[in-house]
């Protein structure tokens, strides 16, 4: 008998294993273009520009420009686009750092502040819609569990 046809509950934990990550995979996928989607919709935005301004919204005090891309594990000409684009819709401001003339810390501005968290309110309410089959309890145990494959690889 092939691996095809031998049952899911039949099958070694490798494949399971295979299995499991395909569609977590293929349900991150879709949950993200729901989200572009409904940025695109809602705000005429796009998810890069969220992550951006979530990223500054948790840091108030600003971030340098490499520290925003590092943390956001995209390239400094993605970061600088999309900087550039929030700063002429005022959403984001250049401050300069002191003693050190050619770094600048980028921030959100007070407009910027708003207009996340009005996103930000939007982004938890679809979220809740696509995962409103998962019962409180399935969230708690699968949040221990992906926790415990970050912590693995650490």
Same mark, same amino acid.
Do not use: C, Y
């Given at each position: !008998?092939? !691996?095809? %046809? ?17 569609? !977590?995979?293929? +349900?991150?996928?879709?949950?993200? %273009? ?11 935005? +796009?998810?890069?520009?969220? =992550? &951006?301004?979530?990223?500054? =919204? ?6 340098? !420009? ?8 995209? *390239?400094?000409?993605?970061? +600088? ?5 929030? &700063?002429?819709?005022?959403? /984001?401001?250049?401050?300069? /750092? ?12 007070? %407009? ?15 979220? %809740? ?15 221990? &569990?992906? *926790? ?7």
């Amino acid at each position: !008998m092939s !691996m095809a %046809n031998l049952k899911l509950e039949d099958q070694p934990v490798s494949k399971k294993r295979l299995r499991l990550w395909l569609q !977590m995979l293929k +349900t991150t996928r879709f949950i993200e %273009n729901e989200l572009r989607e409904e940025l695109r919709l809602g705000f005429q935005s +796009t998810l890069p520009r969220f =992550d &951006v301004m979530a990223m500054l =919204d948790r840091t108030r005090e600003g971030l340098r !420009m490499s520290q925003l891309s590092q943390q956001l594990m995209v *390239s400094n000409g993605n970061v +600088t686009g999309i900087i550039d684009r929030l &700063v002429q819709e005022g959403f /984001v401001m250049r401050v300069s /750092v002191k003693g050190d003339k050619r770094a600048t810390l980028v921030r959100l501005t007070p %407009n910027g502040i708003e207009k996340f968290a009005e996103m930000a309110a939007e982004h938890e309410t679809w979220i %809740n819609k696509h995962l409103s089959e998962i019962s409180a309890e399935e969230v708690d145990h699968f949040s221990e &569990v992906l *926790s415990k494959i970050r912590e693995e690889d650490h």
